[in-house]
Nanobody
Framework: DVQLVESGGGSVQVGGSLRLSCTHSGYTSSRHCMGWFRQAPGKAREGIARIDTGDGWSDYGDSVKGRFTISRNNLRNTVYPQMNSLQPEDTGIYFC??????????????????WGQGTKVTVS
């Protein structure tokens, strides 16, 4: 079975930074798409970043462009969103997702095949 495990969430002050991580197991393709989504209280889940594990191509949601950077370590099957200049509106549950194909089709949830359980980020 494919498993995705997020870590790195926590509480941070406004303007601070956090680096999350997502490690996946049970899937061995050398090239696929890893995405990050977040869900704020009372709001729909939104895509914030995705990365092609093959060529490193990345894409960001409008709300985080210029503040978040996603990277990957293929040897560790891990992706890392570095989140800077955090604001209260960045508060939410952050989910990692895996798409077993290239990064096409945008951030639609149905484009991703496997999901982690989420890690909570609170900015205040």
């Amino acid at each position: 079975d494919v498993q995705l495990v997020e870590s790195g969430g926590g509480s941070v002050q406004v303007g601070g930074s956090l680096r999350l991580s997502c490690t996946h197991s049970g899937y061995t393709s050398s090239r696929h798409c890893m995405g990050w989504f977040r869900q704020a209280p009372g709001k729909a889940r939104e895509g914030i970043a995705r990365i092609d594990t093959g060529d490193g191509w990345s894409d960001y949601g409008d709300s985080v462009k210029g503040r978040f950077t996603i990277s990957r370590n293929n040897l560790r099957n891990t992706v890392y969103p570095q989140m800077n200049s955090l604001q209260p509106e960045d508060t939410g549950i952050y989910f990692c997702a895996l798409r077993t194909r290239f990064c096409t089709g945008g951030f639609a949830r149905e484009n991703f095949d496997e999901w982690g359980q989420g890690t909570k980020v609170t900015v205040s």
